[in-house]
């Protein structure tokens, strides 16, 4: 099977071409809360049906909650769309709803914060129409109300990477210029955050209030900085031409090599270098993991050259070898390259 009992995902409806799904440990997570408490509630009542709308009340506010959650996704991917980026699909959560965009939209300033920001805005049209039906008594429109200015506080906390979070990055990468520095203060400013408001939400709110919280700004906001920094380290390392220069370079290597090793075959010799064409790739997620380990663009670069002058030492048959093993000649997959990359990196000591 392609997917296990925790990954499949179960697809609800499409709309603008994007889809929404289910994933597993909602079902599972709900229908076990659902299941249970309708239980609960026949072994009390003693009739079925009864405790089936029973309990259907009383779900009613997490009902609510995620139709509100719903708009809340579609108003990002719909902006993103707008702004044009592919948005793959969205997906529902036990904590919360993810819209897959693709793109690197947070890098410009102005595309992160509208797409940001038409997500909040989504929950306070809702509480605006909601309210003057929750002043005249109306009990739904009330809870319509009170689980959208609850989702609104929690999406607003400057948090990463929650909306707020988001927000706040996007107004820092608009006044230093730079994602790689907003993306870094926006983490610094969140962990400093935690601090102040999960005791505060343990204390005022609930205990579970302040672990969700630190669940998702603290491990979900920690991962996704990381891979925003490693990114913008790598491209900002590849700036100025280096990874041009490397693959100019390669190439020069594999054309004297190929002249060397089959001097009467111009077939092989063009084989040969064809398949360097896989180096820019192969050097682009060198990138990426020296990125992840390093602690600047500087010392990637550093890195990166004494990579090249490593191939540039080896024998013409190494680099055969390397370059139809470790660049892929039979294998496709960027998970299967990205092992290989990282195992030569490890055993050549040069990560």
């Not at 959650?69 to 529902?92: C, M, N, S, W």
């Not at 111009?266 to 180096?279: I, S």
Request: charged share 20%.
């Amino acid at each position: 099977m392609a997917h296990n009992l925790a990954g499949w995902r179960l697809k609800v409806f499409s709309f603008s071409g994007i889809e929404l799904y289910l994933h597993s440990t909602f079902i599972w997570f709900f229908g076990f809360l659902f299941t249970t408490t309708w239980a609960g509630m026949t072994a009390a009542m003693g009739n079925p049906l009864y405790a089936f709308i029973d309990t259907i009340v009383l779900f009613q506010v997490i009902i609510v909650a995620y139709c509100s959650v719903i708009p809340h996704e579609y108003g990002h991917a719909l902006t993103a769309q707008k702004r044009g980026f592919p948005v793959r699909d969205i997906t529902l959560l036990p904590i919360g709803g993810m819209a897959s965009i693709g793109g690197n939209w947070y890098e410009n300033w102005r595309d992160e914060f509208w797409i940001t920001v038409n997500g909040p805005l989504v929950n306070v049209v809702f509480a605006l129409l909601a309210a003057p039906f929750a002043i005249y008594g109306n009990s739904f429109a009330l809870t319509v109300l009170k689980v959208n200015m609850i989702l609104l506080a929690f999406n607003l906390l400057p948090l990463h990477p929650m909306d707020g979070g988001r927000i706040l990055r996007s107004l820092l990468n608009g006044w230093m210029g730079c994602p790689l520095k907003a993306t870094i203060w926006t983490r610094r400013i969140a962990i400093g955050g935690l601090f102040i408001i999960c005791p505060l939400l343990w204390i005022y709110v609930s205990p579970f209030t302040a672990f969700i919280v630190l669940l998702v700004a603290g491990l979900m906001g920690g991962a996704e900085s990381r891979m925003v920094i490693t990114e913008q380290t790598a491209k900002k390392s590849k700036s100025g031409g280096q990874l041009a220069t490397h693959t100019t370079e390669w190439k020069e290597l594999l054309e004297a090599d190929s002249k060397r090793l089959w001097p009467d075959d111009t077939d092989k010799q063009a084989r040969h270098v064809e398949q360097g064409e896989r180096f820019m790739d192969w050097m682009g997620r060198v990138y990426m993991i020296l990125a992840s380990r390093s602690t600047g663009p500087e010392e990637v670069k550093a890195k990166a050259a004494k990579i090249m002058d490593y191939l540039k030492n080896i024998d013409e048959n190494e680099r055969l070898t390397f370059n139809t093993l470790e660049l892929g000649e039979e294998e496709d997959d960027d998970g299967f390259n990205y092992f290989l990359t990282e195992l030569f990196l490890e055993k050549h000591k040069l990560g």
